[in-house]
């Protein structure tokens, strides 16, 4: 938030919740009819997502994170205070990374259907076997794995739609292995305790 207050974007936010499941979380990006610059999304779904508005270099302009109680999440930002340009919208939720285009000009905004989504990595450690599974990639997936002093454990870069790796950790020292997986332009990092 500490962005939007340098550029002096107004938000105005309002937040409806009602029954929903936390795994599959679905998305709805829109922009309200005659009312300018003024963009909704809601989630359904899900419990908490983290929103991201970015210009088109990449510098953050706002960020939050939000709860829902009962599985949906609904937000609605009035955009006036940003000049004419390209901005992504970008949610996340428990599941997948979402990204929708955002353009502005002159005093209305229109948005794109979704120009990027990446599904996330799926961790679990079940009886001191660590598996990782990775779907629906684009790019080559790149695993690390470290321990709690920082060293590195394991490296491998995948080439594919999707990757499934399973790690033997009963006989690790380590206490935490710290994964970090990165694939389609994001990086995801998840600490498991070892033993």
Do not use: C, W
């Not at 799926?122 to 001191?128: D, K």
């Not at 790149?142 to 594919?160: R, V």
Request: net charge positive; no cysteine.
């Amino acid at each position: 938030m500490k962005s939007v207050m340098k550029l002096g974007v107004a938000i105005a936010v309002f937040f409806i919740s009602f029954a929903g499941r936390a795994n599959d979380a679905k998305l709805s990006v829109r922009v309200k009819e005659g009312a300018g610059k003024v963009v909704s999304f809601a989630v359904v779904d899900a419990k908490n997502v983290h929103v991201a508005i970015y210009a088109k270099d990449g510098a953050v302009l706002f960020d939050e994170n939000l709860k829902g109680k009962e599985g949906k999440i609904s937000r609605t930002y009035d955009l006036t205070a940003f000049p004419s340009g390209v901005y992504f919208l970008e949610t996340e939720t428990g599941v997948k990374v979402s990204r929708h285009q955002i353009t502005i000009a002159d005093k209305t905004a229109t948005i794109s259907e979704t120009v990027a989504e990446v599904l996330k990595p799926v961790v679990a450690n079940e009886n001191g076997v660590l598996s990782v599974n990775i779907k629906g990639t684009e790019t080559p997936v790149g695993i690390k794995m470290f321990d709690e002093n920082n060293n590195e454990l394991y490296a491998e870069t995948f080439d594919g739609q999707s990757v499934a790796k399973k790690f033997d950790i009963k006989n690790t020292t380590a206490r935490n292995i710290t994964l970090v997986m990165s694939y389609n332009d994001k990086t995801f990092v998840e600490t498991i305790a070892a033993r």
